[in-house]
């Protein structure tokens, strides 16, 4: 991966670039930022920069042996840690998967690479058999280059002990060695591991520049491309679900429409069956919900406050939050997203679903008619 094929983002490109020119490459740094901005993308180019052997002043050269096998993924002097299935599964036992998808699109989302290793109705974790993993790795000297590299995907998805073991290598570095993390969610790491690392935060892609990927890379026609960069609001996965019309939103926005409607109505039966059709999904789909409710959500205040040049929906979509905005009340918008939000979190951590479900449903009633 080379910085050129990175979408937008060109400020964290020049700095990153900047760095390696100046010889001043932090031991730990974390992209983090919403997912779908090019975080892990971003990664590897930054990497594949740092070990090239004929670099450009902007850019590796991407013919070099190091680039080479950049390319493949499978240089010596780079390693991957990410979330696997069960606590004494690591990254190692799905390696080849894993180059796999990096190599058919970087962009890559946490459900896409659960779906993977058909692992969508489990959480995946980094445990302590992979903190373990990446000391015996990195206590060697490097093979070809003048770093070793460890890319850590999504480590807020470790658990206590792997943390605590991250910590301690962060607080005691191996000598040429660099820790790139990459954080959808870096609220959920250790305070001391933050502490210990250079913070870049990534912002959703630029429009333009989402468009225009859209076109080379998947030769969408111009005024489609503009239309799914707008909605995707600078998430290029996201953009590509909206060109794939996915199935799955269609399926998000029905049950979105029906569980408003209910709770209106106050029809708590009905709610409760709803609840249990929603509990039989896996946990990344109960998830994946609540966050298509949170944008649907956030959608109908910014029409309720006649914000319409932040409302960026589909017709269907829009139709339905141009009826629905009137009830999304200043009064009620935050304890909205604080409900929602808690049923994730609780989702998140193995609760029940039936009752975390009907339990929203009951305080919904409550906020629509209060």
């Keep these: 991966m080379q910085f050129k094929n990175i979408i937008g983002q060109e400020?964290?490109?020049?700095?990153?670039?900047?760095?390696?020119?100046?010889?001043?490459?932090?031991h730990a740094q974390l992209f983090h930022g919403p997912e779908g901005t090019g975080k892990l993308a971003m990664a590897l180019a930054y990497a594949q920069f740092i070990s090239c052997t004929q670099r450009t002043e902007t850019d590796s050269c991407g013919v070099c042996p190091s680039c080479i096998k950049y390319q493949k993924l499978a240089h010596p002097d780079l390693h991957f840690v990410f979330p696997v299935a069960g606590s004494s599964e690591r990254s190692e036992d799905h390696l080849p998967t894993w180059r796999t998808r990096l190599m058919q699109s970087p962009y890559l989302s946490y459900n896409e690479w659960l779906s993977s290793?058909?692992?969508?109705?489990?959480?995946?974790?980094?445990?302590k058999t992979e903190s373990e993993e990446i000391i015996r790795k990195l206590a060697f000297k490097t093979f070809e280059s003048d770093y070793k590299i460890l890319i850590m995907w999504l480590p807020e998805k470790m658990n206590s002990v792997a943390?605590?073991?991250?910590?301690?290598?962060?607080e005691e570095p191996w000598e040429f060695?660099?820790?790139?993390?990459?954080s959808n969610q870096p609220n959920f790491l250790l305070s001391t591991i933050l502490s210990r690392?250079?913070?870049?935060?990534?912002?959703?892609?630029?429009?333009?520049a989402l468009s225009l990927a859209l076109t080379t890379n998947l030769s969408i026609e111009k005024n489609r491309a503009d239309e799914l960069a707008k909605l995707a609001q600078g998430n290029y996965f996201q953009a590509i679900q909206g060109w794939q019309s996915s199935e799955e939103n269609k399926l998000h926005f029905e049950r979105f429409t029906q569980w408003m409607r209910l709770a209106y109505q106050k029809n708590v039966i009905e709610l409760h069956r709803i609840s249990e059709e929603l509990a039989g999904a896996g946990r990344e789909a109960q998830k994946q919900f609540l966050v298509y409710a949170l944008k649907m959500i956030r959608q109908s205040f910014m029409l309720n406050?006649?914000?319409k040049e932040l409302v960026y929906l589909p017709k269907e979509e829009r139709t339905f939050v141009d009826r629905f905005?009137?009830?999304?009340?200043?009064?009620?918008?935050?304890?909205?997203?604080?409900?929602?939000?808690?049923?994730?979190?609780?989702?998140?951590?193995?609760?029940?679903?039936?009752?975390?479900?009907?339990?929203?449903?009951?305080?919904?009633?409550?906020?629509?008619?209060?």
């Design 305 to 307: 406050q006649q914000q």
């Design 117 to 127: 290793i058909a692992s969508e109705n489990k959480q995946g974790i980094i445990g």
């Design 163 to 170: 943390a605590n073991k991250l910590l301690k290598i962060l």
């Design 325 to 370: 905005a009137p009830f999304i009340k200043s009064t009620i918008v935050a304890p909205l997203y604080e409900e929602l939000n808690k049923a994730s979190y609780h989702i998140e951590r193995n609760g029940n679903p039936k009752i975390i479900f009907l339990d929203t449903s009951l305080r919904i009633i409550q906020l629509l008619h209060s």
């Design 197 to 208: 690392t250079q913070a870049l935060s990534f912002p959703p892609i630029a429009e333009q």
């Design 177 to 182: 060695t660099v820790f790139l993390l990459v």
């Design 11 to 26: 400020a964290i490109k020049e700095r990153l670039i900047r760095s390696v020119r100046e010889k001043r490459i932090p």
